[in-house]
């Protein structure tokens, strides 16, 4: 009986460890770029600060960290952030129940009295982490600034770019000082991997990128995985800092 009574709990513990292995596995995070009408993007920051955020939670989003840029295009007018859902069909359940929500609803015509504050549809890219992603989504006491990059690569050679960035280049990454945050591959954008890492500071950001482009390791570790053709043809990058009510900074 004793060893009948074992073989079962030790068979639920594995089945809830699996469980919980499958659904950490199926998360599926979303970007979302708002770009404001002139003048709103205090409005949208209230309207995320005392009550977006929450509808949010209510209805089973989870909040991970929202930016705005630090300098050129949509330094005025846009908002960045990141939110994850327990699948891509929960995401959908999620957002149904979020538009149809009457407190949502009704925040959302009190914020635009005064005139809409989007200028147009959200942005909304669906992104699965990769094997190696950190999903770093953690604060630290002092102020951070946040690159947000994506990398286009020729097509077929995304396996390549993935193998490189496992093998070394995040570990190079962390000896010049960066913080890996998040790496991912948007669900309907082939041939593109989009990471997240975070610097101290402007001056630690150039010093990171810096000995990364002159470090021996990083140079035999490019030349080993263009062996057999270019990979990388188009970077974008966002110099992006936590606004006041991001859970991660």
Not at 132 to 138: A, L, T
Not at 208 to 227: I, M, V
Request: aromatic share 10%; glycine share 4%.
């Amino acid at each position: 009986m004793r060893t009948t009574f074992l073989s079962i709990a030790l068979a639920c513990v594995v089945l809830a460890l699996s469980t919980s292995n499958a659904s950490a596995e199926e998360r599926v995070f979303e970007l979302r770029t708002y770009t404001t009408n002139d003048g709103k993007l205090e409005n949208l920051h209230s309207r995320f600060r005392d009550h977006t955020k929450k509808i949010f939670e209510n209805h089973g989003i989870q909040n991970h960290i929202y930016w705005v840029p630090v300098k050129g295009k949509g330094v005025d007018n846009t908002l960045v952030y990141i939110i994850s859902h327990a699948n891509r069909e929960a995401a959908a359940e999620n957002w149904q129940g979020f538009r149809e929500d009457p407190e949502w609803k009704k925040v959302a015509a009190e914020s635009e009295k005064d005139g809409k504050i989007l200028a147009k549809r959200p942005d909304s890219v669906y992104l699965t982490p990769t094997d190696f992603s950190p999903q770093n989504f953690e604060s630290t006491k002092e102020p951070r600034l946040f690159e947000l990059r994506r990398y286009t690569t020729n097509e077929g050679r995304l396996p390549a770019l993935l193998k490189r960035f496992r093998d070394g280049e995040l570990k190079l990454f962390e000896k010049h000082g960066m913080t890996n945050v998040a790496y991912f591959i948007p669900d309907e954008i082939p041939n593109t991997l989009i990471y997240v890492v975070a610097h101290k500071d402007a001056d630690a950001m150039k010093a990171a990128w810096e000995g990364f482009r002159n470090d021996k390791e990083w140079q035999q570790l490019w030349e080993e995985s263009t062996k057999d053709g270019k990979i990388v043809i188009k970077v974008d990058r966002q110099i992006l800092q936590p606004v006041d009510y991001s859970p991660t900074k």
